[in-house]
């Protein structure tokens, strides 16, 4: 069974910083790995998919890589802002149906805050 | 995200009260994901849609559970005689076809008394 521990569970930074968010897997048997956000009553905003033969991908201000037969991805913010502040989520998907199938399997999460 | 509505957004029920969770994707995906999220946790696996089958209920928590897609497109998820510990957000999710990339809706958060 796929377990998913994201590190540190809570993140407290001042604007401006520099950020790396971890998420370890212990099945390295991925298909992708999604990365979310969430806003506090909200649902989950996809932030970023890393497929299994990628090592990274960049939006924006963001940049995850995976390194699948560690089990371990990370997720970088670059020059943090206010509007940053909410829960971080990955999610590697498990193999077996392909694109369309696939269990996510959710870490906890990251609380980030960033005050100004 | 991605045109999954849910409703309703929030529902108080009285313990042994049975509820009704709708969720509809605008636009036409064939794969359908419930996800469970209790306060604080990340979301958990409930069931999985392709089209109108179900082909997989193995998240769900007890047979007070019940999901459907009789059309393929509208899912309901339905809970009878609900407990305390049913009290939680449900997410809905649809697969993007070409990257398996999930989109969820804003969740319907269920409270039970």
């Known amino acids: 069974k796929q377990e998913v521990t994201q590190i540190p569970a809570a993140l407290s930074v001042p604007e401006g910083e520099n950020l790396v968010l971890n998420c370890s897997f212990t099945?390295?048997?991925?298909?992708?790995l999604q990365w979310f956000r969430q806003d506090p009553g909200k649902g989950l905003t996809s932030l970023l998919l890393?497929?299994?033969?990628?090592r990274e991908q960049t939006s924006g201000r963001l940049n995850a890589s995976l390194d699948k037969s560690s089990g371990r991805s990370t997720l970088y913010i670059a020059a943090s802002q206010p509007g940053d502040s909410a829960t971080y989520l990955c999610?590697?998907?498990?193999?077996?149906?392909?694109?369309?199938?696939?269990?996510?399997?959710f870490g906890q999460g990251t609380i980030l805050t960033v005050h100004p | 995200g991605a045109g999954v509505s849910q409703s309703p957004r929030y529902k108080v029920a009285k313990r042994g009260q049975d509820v009704a969770l709708r969720c509809d994707p605008i636009?036409?995906?064939?794969?359908l994901f419930w996800y469970q999220q209790a306060l604080g946790q990340g979301p958990e696996f409930l069931t999985y849609?392709?089209?109108?089958?179900?082909?997989?209920k193995s998240g769900l928590p007890s047979d007070r559970f019940f999901a459907e897609r009789p059309e393929g497109s509208v899912s309901t998820l339905k809970i009878q005689r609900t407990q305390q510990e049913d009290s939680a957000v449900y997410l809905c999710?649809?697969?993007?076809?070409?990257?398996?990339?999930?989109?969820f809706g804003e969740g319907s958060r269920l409270t039970v008394l």
């Open positions: 999610a590697p998907k498990g193999v077996g149906g392909g694109t369309s199938y696939g269990k996510l399997t």
């Open positions: 890393i497929q299994s033969s990628q």
């Open positions: 099945d390295s048997a991925i298909y992708n």
């Open positions: 849609f392709q089209n109108e089958a179900q082909l997989d």
């Open positions: 636009s036409g995906h064939v794969s």
């Open positions: 999710a649809v697969s993007g076809a070409n990257t398996g990339e999930l989109f």
